[in-house]
T-cell receptor, first 124, second 115 residues
Framework: DTGVSQDPRHKITKRGQNVTFRCDPI?????LYWYRQTLGQGPEFLTY????????KSRLLSDRFSAERPKGSFSTLEIQRTEQGDSAMYLC??????????????????????FGDGTRLSIL | GQNIDQPTEMTATEGAIVQINCTYQ??????LFWYQQHAGEAPTFLSY????GLEEKGRFSSFLSRSKGYSYLLLKELQMKDSASYLC????????????????FGTGTQLKVEL
């Protein structure tokens, strides 16, 4: 399976605990995204990496949330001092530019994001 | 800011055609995506429009009118397995320019296909 993989699939923890999720993108993808999805809603953007650089963070990402992608491959999302409102599905997606170097900018924008199955977080 | 509207629920009959509409208001439009999501699973990419017009891909087609801030997803020859949530998502310019990358999703349209 060469898709986006996330670990764990499910996480149940007590309020106040720290949790960390891992995402392994599709191997040739240099862009990686984290989203959060609650029941009946569409995914909400949290943050985005291009290689190891974190280029954008949503205002949803409070100071309890931190994401890293140290070697430009897998990424981790950590939530400290979890709260009830953190209960959600955390989705990771990756995408890649393609085409010649001259067209890469335009081609990059055409590449869809491919999602993993997510980590479902439940806070007790 | 971003605002994306799509119907919450739709019901259609197996074998029929259904059209799911999406309207959006966004600063810096850079493409519209449709994803399918079955309960408990990842969203899967269906189609992409950046220019006005119709994109066809097998049983699925997607249309875009940028001047109207409007898109639709057309599903033909409906099958029971098409019962899922259909997510409209807009990509817009980011702070670093170059087209940006993040997607803003609508709440999804839950489609139920009946016999």
């Amino acid at each position: 399976d060469t898709g986006v993989s996330q670990d764990p699939r499910h996480k149940i923890t007590k309020r106040g605990q720290n949790v960390t999720f891992r995402c392994d993108p599709i191997s040739e993808h240099n862009r990686l995204y984290w989203y959060r999805q609650t029941l009946g809603q569409g995914p909400e953007f949290l943050t985005y990496f291009q290689n190891e650089a974190q280029l954008e963070k949503s205002r949803l990402l409070s100071d309890r949330f931190s994401a890293e992608r140290p070697k430009g491959s897998f990424s981790t999302l950590e939530i400290q001092r979890t709260e009830q409102g953190d209960s959600a599905m955390y989705l990771c997606a990756s995408s890649s530019p393609s085409g010649t170097p001259q067209s890469r900018g335009r081609a990059a924008r055409n590449q869809p994001q491919h999602f993993g199955d997510g980590t479902r977080l439940s806070i007790l | 800011g971003q605002n994306i509207d799509q119907p919450t629920e739709m019901t259609a009959t197996e074998g029929a055609i259904v059209q799911i509409n999406c309207t959006y208001q966004t600063s810096g439009f850079n493409g519209l995506f449709w994803y399918q999501q079955h309960a408990g699973e990842a969203p899967t990419f269906l189609s992409y429009n950046v220019l006005d017009g119709l994109e066809e891909k097998g049983r699925f087609s997607s249309f875009l009118s940028r001047s109207k801030g409007y898109s639709y997803l057309l599903l033909k020859e409906l099958q029971m397995k098409d019962s899922a949530s259909y997510l409209c998502a807009v990509r817009h310019g980011g702070p670093l320019g170059g087209g940006g990358n993040k997607l803003t999703f609508g709440t999804g349209t839950q489609l139920k296909v009946e016999l």
